[in-house]
């Protein structure tokens, strides 16, 4: 004998059942705790491993060391401007590759010919690593802001091609009959069709343009920087200052992952039509 479900009028949720919003909520807190267990327990073993004298604090520092270095960087203001160097640098590389690689891949998605033509190259400029070209771009472009911006569009844009290229040519057909319908133009469909169809793709991209952006410009200051936090980090590891280092490396783990959290909330905000029923 079958048994109806109660539902509510308003929510339209059953009484039995949990709404979705209800059932995340445990879960991300869930996740967020396991992850700060996580981190407790590599910095409680690390400490005891140092205490203990199995790991020399003098090469590998320790996190009461790391700790204190960084409320001293904080508080003598010393982490403010090879922050702002290495943020600087990142915004222009990757707001470059966001102006000229979404156009770009758009038209490449659309276009049979431009797609055959391009898909090698772009495969092999993501597969190969940027470093090997790094005395190239030492010889082309110096080593000041400019190489580094350079670097930072090279390790970023490939990979945000490769996603706007794969949406651009997965467009549902429906929206390109509807377009065709309308006598759009060419720009008009890509402009009001493929962009906003596409958007899942490119904010995908962007998260990883971001990460590959940030490593590119850690990079780019570890060899030829005169400034930055890959700079900062190099100079202290030099000196044997290594609590001083590790401070600077967490400080661009914290960037790193401010930034790919910040992208994926605007992918999860705009795009969860894309996964909706």
Known sequence: MAIAQ????????????????????????????LGL??????????????????????????????FG???DYIRSGAIWAPLSSTLSTVA??????????????????????LHGLTEPL??????VPYVVFLPIIIFWFGIDQQAR?????????????????AGSRNLDLSYLHVAQVYCASRFLTLRAVA?????????????????RGLVGAIVAELFMGS????????????NFQMDEAMAAIAVIAVVAITLTRAVAYFERRFTSWSTST
Do not use: C
Request: charged share 10%; proline share 7%; no cysteine.
């Open 149 to 165: 911006i350079v670097i930072v569009i090279w390790s970023s844009i490939f990979p945000l091609l490769i996603n706007v290229v």
């Open 227 to 238: 400034a930055g936090m890959g700079y900062l980090v190099q100079k202290q590891t030099s």
């Open 122 to 127: 772009i495969s092999i400029m993501y597969s």
């Open 37 to 66: 267990l996580g981190l407790g327990a590599v910095f409680g073993g690390w400490q005891l491993f140092t205490s203990l004298g199995i790991v020399d604090p003098t090469f590998a520092s320790s996190p009461i060391g790391l």
């Open 195 to 211: 962009l906003p169809a596409t958007s899942p793709y490119i904010l995908a991209g962007v998260r990883q343009a971001v990460g």
């Open 69 to 71: 270095a960084l409320v």
């Open 92 to 113: 222009w590389g990757i707001g470059i590759s966001l102006v000229v690689g979404i156009p770009l891949g758009l038209i490449i998605g659309r276009s049979r010919i």
């Open 6 to 33: 109660l539902s509510s009028p308003r929510s339209g949720t059953s009484v039995q059942g949990k709404t979705p919003a209800a059932q995340r909520g445990p879960r991300r807190y869930e996740h967020v705790l």
